[in-house]
């Protein structure tokens, strides 16, 4: 296809972005029916085994009919950063190219499209060791584990709280690592994408309420499907805790207190519902500040026209 060859050529690659519920996963597969692509997932939850509900994870079928990446490529108990998804993203635009194929990002990890776009700071990988050695510490004492930090590295003390193990731990695990401070490395200049350019797309929707409506059925359609067992096998394999990155996902979180017994059922549901709505908040500041983004109202045209809106911004890119 012609569309096709020139955007490869361009190096440009499809971002369709948007707040949680707003159809952007239901346009991909509709485009994949018009062009020749791959999917590449932007979210941090969908890399995690066995999370599928309530992740909103694509069907098997799904799966089948289109090429998806970045799901299913981690355990709930390991970590993902986005400069680690920085470096997948290169080599798999790459081989997408090269299989004469458009790579379209879907997702609403709004981090991970910021580091695509202006780089990150060179990072040391995560070290199982070094890590477990500071969460058995914080797990005894946060504090103390925070005034190490403040003895270090003064400034990322001040941004992270002590009860924030993730951003805590991870400080000083740099700082274990590479000898340097999370402040000093993140002063250093940034290793910014040039392989690659992207046409972004945003599902914005107007109508507030109409898009908490959709959360409030998406999250009904997630409970009716097994959600709350989901997570309950998830709770009983005792190698997780609430402080981890999958845990801590929204609607997991908050099911995670249900079966600690610190929410009932209908605090679960309740908190579930907010957490959703508040991440769909945030997802829309993000994408107030993008520039170069074609906006879509999801809920004012129909399935048909958001695809002829995709097709007829690609021409044209």
């Avoid at 997408?96 to 910021?114: A, D, E, N, Q, S």
């Avoid at 946060?142 to 990322?156: G, T």
Wanted: proline content about 4%; charged content about 25%.
């Amino acid at each position: 296809m012609n569309i096709i060859k020139k955007l490869i050529e361009n190096k440009q690659c499809v971002a369709l972005m948007g707040p949680t519920a707003s159809g952007k996963s239901q346009l991909s597969m509709d485009l994949a029916q018009a062009l020749p692509i791959e999917i590449i997932s932007v979210d941090s939850a969908l890399i995690y085994r066995g999370m599928d509900i309530g992740t909103a994870k694509p069907s098997a079928k799904e799966l089948q009919l289109v090429p998806h990446h970045l799901i299913d490529t981690h355990d709930p108990s390991e970590t993902y950063s986005a400069s680690e998804f920085v470096e997948s993203v290169h080599e798999l635009v790459a081989t997408i190219f090269l299989r004469g194929k458009l790579p379209v990002f879907v997702g609403g990890t709004m981090m991970y499209y910021h580091a695509l776009q202006q780089g990150m700071n060179q990072l040391p990988s995560a070290d199982t060791m070094v890590r477990e050695t500071l969460q058995t510490l914080w797990q005894r004492s946060p504090d103390v584990l925070h005034q190490r930090l403040k003895e270090v590295d003064p400034e990322s003390a001040m941004r992270i709280h002590p009860n924030d193990p993730q951003r805590l731990i991870r400080a000083l695990e740099v700082y274990e690592l590479s000898g340097k401070t999370l402040t000093q490395l993140r002063a250093e200049p940034k290793a910014s994408l040039t392989a690659f350019h992207l046409i972004k797309i945003g599902l914005i929707p107007e109508d507030r309420a109409r898009l908490h409506r959709q959360i409030a059925k998406r999250f009904d359609l997630m409970l009716e499907s097994g959600f709350l067992h989901e997570v309950k096998t998830l709770f009983e394999r005792g190698d997780l805790t609430a402080d981890m990155a999958s845990m801590r996902s929204v609607g997991y979180r908050q099911a995670w207190l249900f079966f600690t017994g610190e929410y009932d059922y209908d605090l679960f549901k309740y908190k579930g519902l907010v957490a959703t709505r508040q991440l769909a908040k945030r997802q829309l500041t993000w994408l107030r500040k993008e520039s170069g983004l074609t906006i879509i109202d999801p809920y004012k045209i129909s399935r048909n026209a958001r695809l002829e809106c995709v097709l007829n911004c690609l021409e044209v890119s």
